[in-house]
């Protein structure tokens, strides 16, 4: 029997991760989206799933959702390209409404399948810190449904000892409608990755 193949780099683990047949999502994807940056990050923030930009770029948090975490990090002192990015589900979910594709919520089996690869993400990078952006995110590295209103921004032991801190996805920020309601919203966001970067001062801008 042929040993397992060890993956040791990210340019593999993006190349496995396409090859990726672990549940039917990537029977509709356009491809993968791999996590980006440095595999020396001290920061990792792992959000849900690829939304239909990053599905059709290959690439974490380049929607508008990830328009509003760059504005986040930058106010909060800290530099993206010093973090690594990427997220829970390695391929967008979706439903078909004419022509948009709707995003639609990761189940837990999905969640589950896909934790092999934030495994591995995790024994490349070797984050001192992770950042979980999200429900779906706490899920995947705590291996159970937890509320974020009951661990944000208080750090906890996952991933054999690595603290995380749980905040809101940036999505989230998106879907308010009220001006007051979204600027609090967005100023508790930018406090809680202010919290991260004291706790990791050598990933500040």
């Keep these: 029997m042929a040993e397992p193949v060890v993956i040791r780099t990210l340019k593999a683990l993006a190349a496995a991760e396409n090859e990726c047949t672990r ?8 491809q993968a989206v791999p996590g980006e940056g440095s595999p020396r990050s001290r920061l990792m923030m792992l959000g849900e799933q690829p ?25 909060a002192g800290l530099d993206r390209r010093k973090i690594f990015v990427t997220n829970a589900v390695k391929h967008f979910k979706f439903e078909q409404r004419g ?16 934790r092999w690869w934030v495994d591995i993400e ?10 979980a952006l999200g429900a779906t995110a706490v899920r995947s590295l705590t291996g159970r449904p937890i509320a974020i209103s009951k661990i944000r921004g208080s750090p906890i032991s996952v991933a054999g000892g690595t603290p995380m801190v749980a905040t ?38």
Excluded: M, W
């Excluded at 022509?99 to 896909?114: T, V």
């Excluded at 995790?122 to 950042?131: A, M």
């Excluded at 809101?168 to 970067?197: M, N, T, W």
């Design 51 to 75: 939304g239909h930009q990053e599905d059709l770029e290959g690439r974490p948090f380049v929607g508008p959702a990830g328009r509003v975490l760059d504005r986040a990090i930058a106010e």
């Design 23 to 30: 549940c039917p999502l990537y029977k509709y994807a356009t």
């Design 122 to 131: 995790l024994s490349i990078v070797k984050p001192e810190l992770i950042v």
């Design 168 to 205: 809101i996805h940036p999505s989230y920020l998106l879907r308010i409608q009220d001006d007051d309601d979204k600027a609090a919203e967005y100023g508790r966001f930018v406090r809680d990755l202010r919290a991260c970067a004291k706790l990791l001062p050598a990933v500040a801008a």
């Design 99 to 114: 022509k948009r594709r709707l995003h639609k919520k990761p189940n837990a089996y999905e969640i589950e399948r896909c």
